[in-house]
């Protein structure tokens, strides 16, 4: 059995209207209540839109069922006069989680270095923590992130995931380059089918799967093969 906690963290991206987030999660929840998982040790989060952070809250706090949230991405500004922008602190009663830095984020919006330190300051001073993402082992991690989302390009989306052994490789370097890191999860067409490889390594923390948490039953199937892997 597992003895360090293990991450499951849904990117579900810029997917999902208001009434399929809540239809996604009412399946989630009827698979859960036909079949409760004993999550010892795995911690279950979903990172919906930021504007579906509030509903899902309260429907999951009423369910009872132990899934988490997180954000996909957090403004680099604090609260003030920055147009459409979603501030640290208003994230901060609703995740314990926010991604930095995915590689969406930085090829669509051209997101700096710069810009993702001041994220990660911000998040981290609303007490979120911040899943900093790198696509290999020799990018920079600011502010002492303590997880780390090892997101190789090539294998985002595209059903090509990287092996378990590489990925264990790379949280390894990760996390001796970088002694602060506790947590590397890896991201990249994680599925049902080989959650299990990742869970059995011994340096990665944990997975990033998008695909694979936009179907309630995809995602609950991924949750039962890593607790039972
Ligand atoms: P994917 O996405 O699981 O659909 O490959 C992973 C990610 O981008 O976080």
Redesign the pocket.
């Known amino acids: 059995m597992r003895t360090r906690p293990f991450y499951i963290i849904g990117?579900w991206?810029s997917n999902k209207t208001l009434d399929e987030a809540i239809s996604w999660f009412q399946d989630f929840s009827a698979l859960w209540k036909k079949q409760p998982l004993r999550l010892t040790n795995i911690k279950i989060i979903l990172c919906p839109s930021s504007i579906h952070l509030s509903t899902l809250k309260s429907i999951i706090e009423l369910s009872g069922i132990p899934l988490l949230l997180g954000a996909q991405d957090a403004s680099a500004f604090p609260i003030g006069a920055y147009t459409g922008d979603v501030a640290a602190d208003m994230l901060k009663n609703l995740v314990a989680f926010s991604l930095v830095g995915?590689?969406?984020r930085r090829k669509y919006h051209h997101e700096t270095e710069e810009q993702l330190s001041m994220k990660v300051e911000l998040l981290q001073k609303a007490q979120i923590v911040p899943v900093y993402c790198v696509q290999n082992a020799e990018m920079v991690v600011p502010g002492q992130c303590e997880m780390v989302g090892y997101?190789p390009v090539w294998?985002?989306?595209?059903g090509k995931p990287d092996t378990a052994a590489n990925a264990n490789m790379v949280a390894e370097k990760i996390k001796t380059t970088n002694p602060f890191v506790k947590n590397v999860i890896y991201?990249?067409?994680?599925t049902a089918k080989n959650v299990a490889e990742y869970a059995l390594t011994t340096a990665l923390d944990g997975v990033?799967?998008?695909?694979?948490s936009l179907d309630p039953v995809a995602f609950f199937e991924l949750i039962t093969h890593a607790a039972t892997a």
């Open positions: 990117n991206k995915h590689s969406e997101e294998a985002i989306g595209t991201g990249g067409s994680v990033l799967p998008g695909g694979a």
